[in-house]
């Protein structure tokens, strides 16, 4: 599969072993020896043009799943993976996925600081700038913060 069709964000790794991964030197795909409690983040989120939010978010999901799912994945050979896109869906379970996508933005954007923002920020700001302000100040993506001050009714 070429590299622009990878969905594959990042990858938690719970068990010694083996992991597949995209090496853009090659290029294409090579299998590396990874221990378990290995984050695999996609290189392309790294590079200067990309959106620190979304490497920061998939960071924090990640890091979400070997909090809470730890014991559940731990033995089984399996990995959780954040994915993208709409051709691949690899969600083992999205009530899991849903839980690292929450912690993630608990992580990131702890909501006492997100609402003293928020009141601070709100007064002659639109939604839309304040929505950009926020997320700017939390380093996180639009969406990420606009569905966090929904969540909790701020917006």
């Not at 959106?51 to 990995?79: N, P, Q, V």
């Not at 839309?128 to 917006?155: P, T, W, Y």
Request: proline share 3%.
């Amino acid at each position: 599969m070429p590299a622009e069709n990878r969905v594959c964000l990042g990858e938690t790794i719970f068990d010694d072993g083996g992991a597949i991964i995209y090496d853009y030197d090659i290029p294409g795909y090579t299998v590396i020896a990874v221990k378990g409690g290995t984050i695999l983040i996609d290189s392309s989120l790294c590079r200067e043009d990309s959106s620190t939010g979304r490497l920061r978010f998939t960071c924090a999901h990640e890091l979400a799943h070997w909090l809470l799912h730890k014991r559940l994945y731990s033995g089984t050979g399996e990995s959780a993976a954040m994915m993208t896109g709409t051709n691949i869906v690899r969600t083992q379970n999205s009530a899991l996925e849903m839980q690292a996508n929450l912690l993630g933005s608990i992580l990131l954007m702890p909501l006492p600081q997100v609402k003293r923002c928020f009141y601070q920020l709100q007064s002659g700001r639109d939604r839309q700038q304040l929505v950009a302000d926020m997320a700017g100040i939390f380093q996180v993506s639009k969406q990420a913060m606009r569905i966090r001050l929904e969540n909790h009714h701020l917006l």
